[in-house]
Each structure stands twice: as C-alpha cells, then as structure tokens.
C-alpha cells in the first residue's frame, strides 16, 4: 500500500503502489534524519511485542525494515500490493527467503490471504496515509494478528497542523473524526485524528497505547545548509529522543500505537496437504484464499484454492494473491504459465 501514479481499485478499496516509475529506494536517500528516528524507534518498541513465532510487516514495501526481522521473530511475512517493491525486497532479504523465515506475499491489505491470528505480532509502518478505507483495513489486519501489533498513525492535528490551522483559520476541521486529506485528487495522502483510529482498533477488539511521537522535527534537515546540518545533527537527535516521550497524542506527524488483542486468541490452522513442500508447510497452514476464505494447496509454483479454484501464483520471489491478478478455473485454461 504505497503511493503510485496509476491506482488500482480492489473490492472498493483504492490501491496505491510504487509500480509507475516511482523510485522509492532513491527516495530514501536524502532522509537521513527520518531514517535514523524511525530505526531507532523499531529497535526499542518491537520488543515490547514480544518475540513472535509468526511476525508480519504489512505494507513492507522493499523489505525496508528487514533488518529488524532477526531480532522480532522466527518467521515474517511481509505483504505488500506493489510488484516492483515485492521483486527488490526478494532481492534484499533473499537470505532470509531461502532460509524459509522469510515470505513475500502480494496482497490487498484490506483483504488478506490469512487466517484469523495466523500471526503472533505485527507492524504497519508508513502505510495509513494511503488508506482511502482505513477501518476497513485495520478490520482486516488486526483479524490476522493473535497479539500485539504496531501501527504507525499520521495525525492531522500534531503541532505544526496547529500552527498553520491558526494562521489559516482552519483548525476547526483538526478537531473532528474525519480525515485530512493533502495531496491531489489523484494520488491523495491522509491523516488521521488519533482518538479515530483507536476506536477503531477498540472495535476490532484491541485495546490501543500511545508508544511514541516520531519524526517531531522532520524535514529540519533538507531545509538548511549542509554544514549547519552537520553541526546540530547532534542537538536536534536529542531533542528528538525527549519529544518522543513528551510528544506523545500531539507533538510530532507519526504517533507510533502498540495495540493489544483485548482476548488473546489460538489460530486455528489448517490441514496442508501432505504434497505440500516442507518448506512451505507452516506457511499454508496460516493461509486461506483471500477471496473465499477456503484450504489452499500449494506446490513449489503456485497456491490453488480448494473451493473456488483460483490459482495464485509464485513470481519473481513473491506469492500473488492480489484477487486481480489470480486466475479462476475457466481463465486457467487460457493464462499461459511460468514453464
């Protein structure tokens, strides 16, 4: 779920992915000061999660975070809808993949190919603000996730919003539910009133905290001359590290929330077939169709669902169970394969 310049629709839900020339690597490479905030933020709130079996990263683009993976969890799934960003990261965390801990999957976050907690612990970073449904998939994720979760919150009403609401005259539009949305019409961003966002997790059955206000001085850096930069780099960490704590609900652009499954729940998991690979075994048994919600059986190339019949196929390092691209039994006949 990352911004593109052609969005795609999935079962009413707008999807937005980096696959129309957005190079979202080069992106990155002026961003020294967010790069190090939000390292530094994963490495002492993940474990808090506790350390997972079954971990997942959602809307994990490249496998940005990936070097967080080892640390958190025996197993991650990273799903992400963007081909591009799915192919780089099975380059990126290529040891992890062929080590079996790691699996890249294509998917609609508001519509995954996981069964209800097939996961012990998650993480949603930099993903909301693309959401044009954003209950509807936090419905969905936190429906995967037996535990404890991370999710990283976009405020619209953090305080330099406020500072330009006042001069604008338009702070009233900070204090109610609805989102902010920025951007164009065609590629638009969101943000969020944070009380929103925990109400909606507390429906879907997590009790929410506020771990941290992140990036509370972001761009600072692309706005001054090099050499001034360098000299209150360490001036302006520190005062990051403090807001952090102080900030929390309404100082910094990125609320960082550790939600929490009210009643901590047992996946039930289904019975691979036993033609199943082994390396894939504990995968398809926290898998279903995303579309039906049936058995998977997997081989070596692709998932086919038991009921419906679709097949979702392997590509690239990824499994594709984006439900516009995976083929029913009567487009099976005419869509060419991999071999």
């Given amino acids: 779920m990352t911004p593109s310049r052609e969005p795609a629709s999935q079962a009413g839900q707008r999807i937005v992915d980096y696959d129309s020339g957005f190079d979202y690597c080069a992106f990155w490479g002026n961003r020294d000061y967010e790069q190090w905030v939000e390292a530094r933020t994963l490495r002492r709130l993940l474990p808090r999660l506790g350390r997972a079996r079954w971990f997942a990263d959602f809307g994990g683009g490249y496998g940005r975070n990936g070097m967080h993976y080892p640390a958190v969890a025996e197993h991650v799934i990273l799903v992400d809808y963007s081909v591009t960003q799915l192919t780089w990261a099975a380059e990126r965390l290529a040891t992890g993949i062929n080590s079996g801990r790691v699996h890249l999957i294509r998917a609609d976050l508001g519509q995954l190919p996981l069964i209800d907690s097939a996961v012990d612990a998650a993480m949603v970073v930099r993903v909301l603000h693309h959401m044009t449904d954003v ?147 504990e995968l398809a048994r926290r898998t279903c169709c995303p579309k039906c919600r049936s058995d998977l059986n997997w081989s070596e190339v692709e998932a086919r669902c038991l009921a419906c019949g679709r097949h979702y196929p392997r590509r690239d390092g990824f499994w594709d169970f984006a439900l516009g691209e995976g083929t029913s039994p009567s487009e099976a006949a005419t869509t060419p394969s991999d071999g």
């Fill in 135 to 281: 209950e509807r998939c936090l419905r969905e994720m936190a429906r995967t996730v037996s535990g404890r979760w991370l999710i990283d919150v976009p405020i619209k009403h953090h305080v330099l919003a406020r500072l330009r609401g006042a001069r604008s005259g338009s702070l009233q539009k900070l204090r109610g539910a609805e989102p902010v949305v920025t951007g164009s019409s065609d590629y638009p961003f969101y943000t969020f009133q944070l009380a929103a966002i925990r109400n909606c997790l507390g429906r879907a059955g997590f009790g929410s905290r506020v771990a941290a206000s992140v990036n509370n001085f972001r761009r600072w850096d692309q706005s001054l001359p090099r050499g001034l930069v360098s000299g209150l780099r360490p001036l302006v960490y520190s005062m990051e590290l403090a807001t952090q704590r102080l900030g929390r609900s309404w100082w910094g652009p990125s609320q960082f929330l550790i939600a929490t499954r009210a009643q901590p729940q047992t996946p039930e998991l289904r019975q691979a077939p036993e033609t199943t690979p082994p390396q894939l075994l």
